[in-house]
């Protein structure tokens, strides 16, 4: 299992996240590509970085949200959103083109990446940019009990789908993420966060706010680098695997 961050989600002057600090103990990063967060600078230095530390590249689409960071759900036409989405990995795949870097995977960022794995139109729409763009790029979305709506679009559209986890955050019995609005949304307790992974591991559950064990494939675990201490989990994660 592989650990990933969002990461490249500076913008100007404005600066968000400690990707130099994060980024040395995963294996994926998800770099932001303009909509949401990032700028040219921001991206062509997000790539940079990631060849210094050799890890994946994906690309971290998103609404046109900078005020709301792209956590909003926005009133778009599927057809709005298989460009954009299109748009804005083409931008990344430049940087990484300039930069001599491989762009492996595609990761929806927060209300695009909700609302696709909540109406399978959304995410079809999504993974037809990722096909019309290149088919080899693998397409990350979020593991859930029942993935075979999102595994049917993937196998027409010639797409391998990337499994998510999120490390701390909450779940519901369907394995949907808790809403952050919901009480107990995150686990901020690092031992709970460890538990979960070596569960996750050792035999493939995951579980939920209301104690439930849940079965969820998991080819990837979502940390983050917001802070020192979302830093300090990412280390601790890296050691107990």
């Known amino acids: 299992m592989k650990l990933n961050c969002d990461a490249g989600e500076s913008f100007g002057s404005w600066k968000m996240g400690l990707d130099e600090a994060v980024l040395p103990y995963v294996d994926m990063a ?5 909509f949401h967060a990032g700028d040219p600078q921001i991206m062509d230095a997000s790539i940079k970085l990631a060849l210094k530390h050799n890890i994946q590249i994906g690309a971290h689409p998103a609404y046109p949200d900078l005020m709301g ?10 057809d709005e959103i298989e460009t954009m989405v299109l748009y804005q990995v083409g931008a990344l795949y430049a940087f990484c083109k300039a930069n001599g870097a491989t762009l492996y995977y ?16 959304i995410f079809k729409a999504v993974a037809r940019a990722v096909a019309r ?9 979020l593991s859930m009990v029942d993935t075979s709506a999102y595994d049917a679009i993937a196998c027409e559209l010639g797409l391998e789908l990337l499994y998510e986890v999120f490390a701390d955050r909450a779940y519901d019995d369907n394995g949907l993420l808790v809403p952050r609005s919901q009480k107990g949304s995150v686990i901020h307790e690092s031992e709970a966060v460890v538990a979960r992974l070596k569960l996750l591991q050792n035999e493939g559950l995951l579980e939920t706010l209301s104690g439930k064990r849940i079965a969820l494939k ?3 675990l979502c940390v983050h680098g917001d802070n020192e201490a979302a830093v300090k989990l990412v280390e601790l994660l890296r050691k107990s695997m």
């Open 218 to 220: 998991a080819d990837t």
């Open 69 to 78: 960071f792209g956590r909003r759900s926005m009133a778009c036409s599927l």
């Open 133 to 141: 763009f290149d088919n080899t790029l693998k397409l990350m979305i």
């Open 106 to 121: 595609v990761k929806p960022h927060g209300g695009l990446y909700n609302d696709m794995m909540k109406d399978v139109r």
């Open 30 to 34: 998800n770099f932001a590509c303009g």
